[in-house]
């Protein structure tokens, strides 16, 4: 373990005690953590964006080819934008693409199962997972606001949970540091 480490258990401690507060915010007041995770996002995207331009700015002085780059950070500039101005349309666009790839993976778990079927039993387990997936999908769509719900209790749940175990490892990391400095004590005495 390196000393660092140790001797600096309580930053690990202090960010696990921001990832626990934020878990329990947004599992309190998950409409309000929505809004700010979105806007949070949109700062973010909008700094990459600026970057990005930055970047091929430079490149472009290099004589250099920085279209892509230049693109890139046109394209996050407006997410951010997007973001910043309207999150309500940036939620709903994210459970949009979330909703799609669970119908689409949903499918594909379903036509695997069928090609599994003469290959091995229990294909009905990869049947059903697909099938409930492609449900869960299509809900999402259909009731977009219990979906967007949904996603940022898992945010919350998730950070949470993040935050506990994080917790638990800057306290073994005092009491390893704590038990070193009291043998190497112990060995000078």
Avoid at 44 to 51: E, F, K, S
Avoid at 126 to 145: D, E, R, S
Wanted: hydrophobic share 65%; aromatic share 10%.
């Amino acid at each position: 373990m390196k000393i660092g480490m140790g001797q600096n258990w309580w930053i690990l401690a202090a960010r696990a005690v921001l990832a626990i507060l934020f878990g329990l915010y947004v599992l309190v007041a998950p409409g309000r953590a929505l809004t700010a995770i979105i806007l949070a996002f949109g700062v973010g995207v909008l700094l990459a964006g600026i970057l990005a331009i930055v970047a091929a700015v430079r490149v472009h002085d290099q004589h250099e080819r920085s279209f892509p780059i230049l693109l890139e950070g046109v394209v996050c500039l407006v997410v951010g934008l997007l973001a910043l101005l309207r999150p309500g349309a940036t939620a709903f666009a994210w459970l949009v693409l979330i909703s799609a790839f669970a119908i689409a993976s949903g499918i594909l778990h379903v036509i695997a199962a069928i090609q599994l079927r003469k290959q091995m039993e229990g294909e009905w387990v990869l049947i059903l997972n697909g099938t409930l997936t492609v449900v869960f999908g299509v809900l999402m769509i259909l009731l977009p606001w219990a979906g967007l719900l949904s996603l940022i209790w898992l945010v919350g749940g998730y950070s949470l949970f993040f935050g506990l175990l994080l917790l638990v490892l800057s306290f073994r990391l005092r009491s390893q540091w704590q038990a070193r400095v009291a043998a190497r004590a112990t060995a000078r005495a």
